[in-house]
Each structure stands twice: as C-alpha cells, then as structure tokens.
Nanobody, 127 residues
Framework: QVQLVESGGGSVQAGDSLTLSCAVS????????MAWFRQAPGKEREYVSA????????YYADAVKGRFTISRDNAKNTVTLQMNSLGPEDTAIYYC????????????????????WGPGTQVTVSS
C-alpha cells in the first residue's frame, strides 16, 4: 500500500511562487510513476504534471507549462512541484498521485491511470 501526503500549500499573491512536496511511503519512489492534479471549487479534478519512474520524462498541462516544474528525490522518497508566476487561476486543492503499475504515455493526464492519491493541499492565489 502506498501512502502519499502533500505539503507546502498556502495563500500567496499573484506572481508569487510556492513549492509543493509529496512524501511517499509504503513503496520505493523509483518504482512509481507520479503526477500532480488539482481541483478548483466547482470544477473537475484536472491534470497538472506527471513524471515517469525513471525521472527522465516529465509532462505538463498547457496551463502550467513554463511556470511549473516537477521533480523527484528518490533518496528522500519525495516528489516536488515548483510553481512560479502563480495567478488566481491556479487556486485549487493540489493532489499528488501515483501508479504502481506503470502509466502509458497516452494516459499520463488521466485520473484513472493512478491508483494512489494523497489528501491534497490547498493553494490560494489572490490578485
């Protein structure tokens, strides 16, 4: 069983940066494909970014490309999402997700591809 716990959320001003972390336990991070999703009030949960277990492949939603960076530290079993140039449209609960079975390229943005989820961390960006 994989446990995921997000941290680093908070309230910031537009243009600020935040770094979210996802602590992974129950399984070695190097054996997991990882992703970040977010859900704004009244909206569906949407894909933000993903990273293959090898660490060499990173993917981003168009809305965050060039502003967000996903990374992993296998020694610390932690995945990080660095978020820069935040805007009010980034306000949401951010969720860390993992897949133990491997995620094919065409499915990296699909919620159904991930079988473990954290409880989420709130990010609020005011203008």
């Amino acid at each position: 069983q994989v446990q995921l716990v997000e941290s680093g959320g908070g309230s910031v001003q537009a243009g600020d940066s935040l770094t979210l972390s996802c602590a992974v336990s129950g399984r070695t991070l190097r054996n997991l494909d990882m992703a970040w999703f977010r859900q704004a009030p009244g909206k569906e949960r949407e894909y933000v970014s993903a990273m293959r277990r090898s660490g060499g492949y990173k993917y981003y939603a168009d809305a965050v490309k060039g502003r967000f960076t996903i990374s992993r530290d296998n020694a610390k079993n932690t995945v990080t999402l660095q978020m820069n140039s935040l805007g009010p449209e980034d306000t949401a609960i951010y969720y860390c997700a993992s897949s133990s079975g491997g995620v094919i390229l065409s499915a990296v943005s699909s919620r159904n591809a991930y079988n473990y989820w954290g409880p989420g961390t709130q990010v609020t960006v005011s203008s």
